[in-house]
Protein backbone atom coordinates (compact mmCIF):
# COMPACT_ATOMS: atom_id res chain seq x y z
CA UNK A 1 0.00 0.00 0.00
CA UNK A 2 1.56 3.41 -1.31
CA UNK A 3 1.77 6.01 1.34
CA UNK A 4 2.54 9.35 1.21
CA UNK A 5 3.60 11.63 4.74
CA UNK A 6 3.60 15.43 4.63
CA UNK A 7 5.87 17.14 6.96
CA UNK A 8 7.27 20.84 7.94
CA UNK A 9 3.64 22.77 8.17
CA UNK A 10 3.32 25.52 10.62
CA UNK A 11 2.95 28.60 11.43
CA UNK A 12 5.46 31.48 10.11
CA UNK A 13 5.57 35.78 9.51
CA UNK A 14 5.82 37.10 6.42
CA UNK A 15 8.73 36.91 4.84
CA UNK A 16 9.80 33.65 6.70
CA UNK A 17 10.80 30.05 5.35
CA UNK A 18 9.80 26.56 5.58
CA UNK A 19 10.59 23.47 4.49
CA UNK A 20 8.04 20.76 3.26
CA UNK A 21 8.31 17.19 3.12
CA UNK A 22 6.56 14.33 1.69
CA UNK A 23 8.01 10.57 2.69
CA UNK A 24 7.10 8.07 0.25
CA UNK A 25 6.63 4.34 1.47
CA UNK A 26 7.66 2.93 -1.61
CA UNK A 27 10.57 3.71 -4.19
CA UNK A 28 10.51 7.56 -6.42
CA UNK A 29 13.51 6.16 -8.45
CA UNK A 30 10.99 5.80 -11.41
CA UNK A 31 8.46 7.68 -10.69
CA UNK A 32 6.45 9.24 -13.39
CA UNK A 33 5.60 12.90 -11.77
CA UNK A 34 5.45 14.33 -8.03
CA UNK A 35 3.77 17.55 -7.07
CA UNK A 36 2.76 19.68 -4.14
CA UNK A 37 -0.93 21.34 -4.51
CA UNK A 38 -2.26 23.74 -2.06
CA UNK A 39 -5.93 24.15 -1.30
CA UNK A 40 -7.68 27.11 0.70
CA UNK A 41 -11.22 26.83 1.98
CA UNK A 42 -14.02 27.74 -0.24
CA UNK A 43 -11.64 27.19 -3.15
CA UNK A 44 -10.08 24.25 -5.88
CA UNK A 45 -6.90 22.67 -4.90
CA UNK A 46 -3.94 24.35 -7.32
CA UNK A 47 -0.81 22.70 -8.59
CA UNK A 48 1.90 24.68 -6.87
CA UNK A 49 5.06 22.69 -7.86
CA UNK A 50 5.87 19.66 -10.05
CA UNK A 51 8.75 17.24 -10.69
CA UNK A 52 9.29 14.94 -13.25
CA UNK A 53 11.11 11.39 -13.99
CA UNK A 54 13.70 13.53 -15.89
CA UNK A 55 14.21 15.75 -12.98
CA UNK A 56 12.34 19.05 -15.17
CA UNK A 57 9.98 21.05 -12.88
CA UNK A 58 7.22 23.47 -13.49
CA UNK A 59 6.10 26.32 -10.81
CA UNK A 60 2.58 28.03 -10.30
CA UNK A 61 3.38 32.04 -11.54
CA UNK A 62 2.26 33.00 -8.55
CA UNK A 63 5.13 30.64 -6.32
CA UNK A 64 7.90 31.20 -9.21
CA UNK A 65 11.43 32.41 -7.80
CA UNK A 66 10.24 31.74 -4.10
CA UNK A 67 9.75 28.06 -3.87
CA UNK A 68 11.82 25.18 -5.29
CA UNK A 69 10.69 21.56 -5.74
CA UNK A 70 13.15 18.84 -5.03
CA UNK A 71 13.29 15.21 -4.51
CA UNK A 72 15.88 12.76 -2.81
CA UNK A 73 15.56 9.43 -4.48
CA UNK A 74 17.98 8.10 -1.38
CA UNK A 75 14.84 8.75 1.21
CA UNK A 76 12.33 8.61 -1.11
CA UNK A 77 11.17 11.94 -0.10
CA UNK A 78 10.18 15.11 -1.89
CA UNK A 79 10.77 18.79 -0.57
CA UNK A 80 9.03 22.17 -1.23
CA UNK A 81 11.53 24.86 0.16
CA UNK A 82 9.07 27.39 0.79
CA UNK A 83 11.03 30.85 0.83
CA UNK A 84 9.49 34.57 1.27
CA UNK A 85 6.51 34.12 2.44
CA UNK A 86 3.15 35.53 2.07
CA UNK A 87 -0.03 35.91 3.58
CA UNK A 88 -1.57 34.55 0.43
CA UNK A 89 0.00 31.37 0.77
CA UNK A 90 -1.66 30.03 3.67
CA UNK A 91 -3.59 27.36 2.46
CA UNK A 92 -3.04 23.24 3.44
CA UNK A 93 -0.61 21.74 1.07
CA UNK A 94 -0.52 18.24 -0.31
CA UNK A 95 1.88 15.81 -2.02
CA UNK A 96 0.57 13.91 -5.17
CA UNK A 97 2.60 11.01 -6.49
CA UNK A 98 2.59 9.46 -10.03
CA UNK A 99 4.12 6.49 -10.63
CA UNK A 100 2.93 5.55 -14.13
CA UNK A 101 1.79 7.45 -16.62
CA UNK A 102 -2.32 6.66 -17.07
CA UNK A 103 -2.38 4.43 -13.57
CA UNK A 104 -3.89 5.96 -10.22
CA UNK A 105 -2.25 9.07 -8.23
CA UNK A 106 -1.79 9.32 -4.81
CA UNK A 107 -2.33 11.93 -2.08
CA UNK A 108 -1.09 12.63 1.45
CA UNK A 109 -3.08 13.79 3.74
CA UNK A 110 -1.71 17.57 4.02
CA UNK A 111 0.14 19.76 6.18
CA UNK A 112 -1.30 23.32 6.98
CA UNK A 113 0.82 26.18 6.58
CA UNK A 114 -0.39 29.76 8.19
CA UNK A 115 1.57 32.79 7.12
CA UNK A 116 1.00 35.54 9.39
CA UNK A 117 2.36 38.45 11.87
Known amino acids: QVQLVESGGGLVQPGGSLRLSCAASVSIFNINRMGWYRQVPGKQRELVAA???????NYADSVKGRFTISRDNAKNTMYLQMNSLKPEDTAVYYCNALWVSGSRDYWGQGTQVTVSS
Open 51 to 57: IFWSGST
